[in-house]
């Protein structure tokens, strides 16, 4: 079974800082991990995901998030804020194989407030 | 209209009513799913449809009833809610349901926002 951790439900950054939402893992198999992003009133859309290749993963608006399987975590990352960041984002877990791979695991979501 | 679209965007009904929310998806996807979000808790999967056909049941009240009548088109049909059963519900689609790598990749539509008064 996979679960997914996202700490901390709110995250507050001035614009032009640095943004960090952390998202753990635990998974039985080598996992995919994905990162979506919710604007209000909007679904979900997809930021970036990490299918087994490469570590480090570069997504959409400058995001990227780096997988380390040492300490089971996939934190999302931004150099910059920028007002228009401002959503809810939420880390999800699913198998890479096998019978119900498709099967997506959410975190509860954080919630990203970027401050003038 | 591209990717995935639902209609209505905002739905108000009391529990004695009857509605239908619609999912549309212009993917070319084979799969789609029913998801719930409410406040505060993980998004939860519904239901899951694989070439018109129901692959997953999550367990999910009666009062909620899925159509699939192709592989472009999903509805919930809702009937005697209850004001817990408010919340954003979400349609999404993949390419399929099985295999490795992004066959899977789900797209989402943007919701119904379901008010139960």
């Known amino acids: 079974a996979q679960s997914v951790t996202q700490l901390g439900s709110h995250v507050s950054v001035s614009e032009g800082a640095l943004v960090l939402l952390r998202c753990n893992y635990s998974?039985?198999?080598?996992?995919?991990l994905f990162w979506y992003v919710q604007y209000p009133n909007q679904g979900l859309q997809l930021l970036l995901k990490?299918?087994?290749?490469?570590?480090l993963v570069k997504g959409i608006n400058g995001f990227e998030a780096e997988f380390k399987k040492s300490e089971t975590s996939f934190h999302l990352t931004k150099p910059s804020a920028h007002m228009s960041d401002a959503a809810e984002y939420f880390c999800a877990v699913r198998k890479n194989s096998g019978g119900s791979n498709y099967k997506l695991t959410f975190g509860k979501g954080t919630l990203l407030t970027v401050n003038p | 209209e591209t990717g995935v679209t639902q209609t209505p965007r905002h739905l108000v009904m009391g529990m004695t009513n009857k509605k239908s929310l619609k999912c549309e998806q212009h993917?070319?996807?084979?799969?789609m799913y029913w998801y719930k979000q409410s406040a505060k808790k993980p998004l939860e999967l519904m239901f899951v449809?694989?070439?018109?056909?129901?692959?997953e049941n999550n367990s999910v009240p009666s009062r909620f009833s899925p159509e699939c009548p192709n592989s472009s088109h999903l509805f919930l049909h809702l009937h005697t809610l209850q004001p817990e059963d408010s919340a954003l519900y979400l349609c999404?689609?993949?390419?399929?349901?099985?295999?490795?790598?992004?066959?899977?990749?789900?797209?989402f539509g943007p919701g119904t926002r379901l008010t139960v008064l």
């Open positions: 449809y694989n070439f018109k056909e129901q692959t």
């Open positions: 999404a689609s993949s390419q399929g349901t099985g295999g490795a790598g992004g066959y899977n990749e789900q797209f």
């Open positions: 990490y299918t087994l290749a490469a570590t």
């Open positions: 998974s039985s198999v080598p996992p995919y």
């Open positions: 993917l070319g996807h084979n799969a």
